[in-house]
């Protein structure tokens, strides 16, 4: 396998990179190590009675295992273009942009009709900066594992990221006014401490389950809790069938339940008790995992 892997960096980075990721380099060795994660994730998902040579020819196909097996692309390709670009390879940036840039305008317009009416290289430079880490902050792309392609990826990163931008410029406009009188109401109702301290339990026990997530069931589930979006539009957005889209919607709500059972039993909790907290709450689970998600968010981008 030692041999593909090589063969892998070679090829893909003959066509990308400013030049050839050398044997002996640490981009090189960087590059091994997620190819290789890359390969045993798809060669676990296949079943250990599929042998690692197929497995690795799939995966070149774009094809899969799980989720219907379509991939969108070939990962282990966008792996080489992912480093090289946080590496500030003119070529692999010059390609990057080619391939997302006018997929990227017709997902913000879909997003809101205010980016349909701006010059969207006033947020793709930002956005292209933050996943490139060229500004010093971490490059979002060292993030990118290949368990899906790019044409999977950035598109759910690049949602995120839109809604961050619309929510920094409203916290920017209601600083010239006031709040609305709802809103304002709301503050100044008084929550009885038993209830502050039976949603604060709850609410550590969701947010230290959703941080175990994989990066896809979390921003999987942010589309469907935080965003709102309908299994239509999430299939959209990620290019597959609503049927793929349900399936995955599901795997990541069990995966996310099995985690909230996990925490809770660490205090000392059942899953008849934490029922039972979600209920005196007043929340459901859909209510719950939106607070969580949106206040990760805040943290994240403030």
Known sequence: MDKRLHSWRREYSSSVCDQVFAGDCEDSRVLFQRHWECWIHHWQTAGQEVDGETVAESIEKGVGYVGGGDLGGNPL??????????????????????????????????????????DP???????????????????????????????????????????????????????????????????????????????????????????????EDASLLSLYYDEGLSNLEVASLLAINPGTA?????????????????????????????????ASAGVDFASLLFSVVENRDEEVTS
């Open 77 to 118: 390709f966008d792996l080489v273009l992912a480093l090289a670009v946080t590496r500030r390879h003119s070529r692999a940036a010059s390609r990057f942009q080619d391939e997302f840039f006018e997929e990227a305008k017709c997902h913000a317009r879909k997003l809101a009709a205010v980016f349909s009416r701006e």
């Open 121 to 215: 290289l006033e947020w793709w430079t930002e956005f292209f900066d933050e996943l490139g880490g060229f500004s010093g902050r971490p490059a979002k792309l060292d993030r990118y594992n290949g368990r899906t392609s790019l044409r999977r990826w950035v598109p759910i990163v690049l949602w995120n990221y839109l809604r961050n931008l619309l929510r920094k410029r409203g916290r920017r406009n209601a600083k010239e006014g006031t709040l609305p009188d709802t809103v304002r109401d709301a503050k100044q109702e008084e929550i009885p401490v038993e209830e502050q301290e039976n949603f604060a339990t709850l609410s550590a026990i969701f947010r230290s389950a959703y941080e175990q997530l994989s990066s």
């Open 246 to 278: 349900t399936r995955r919607r599901k795997r990541a709500e069990q995966r996310f339940r099995e985690l909230l059972l996990q925490e809770a039993e660490q205090r000392n909790e059942s899953l008849q008790s934490l029922q039972e907290r979600i």
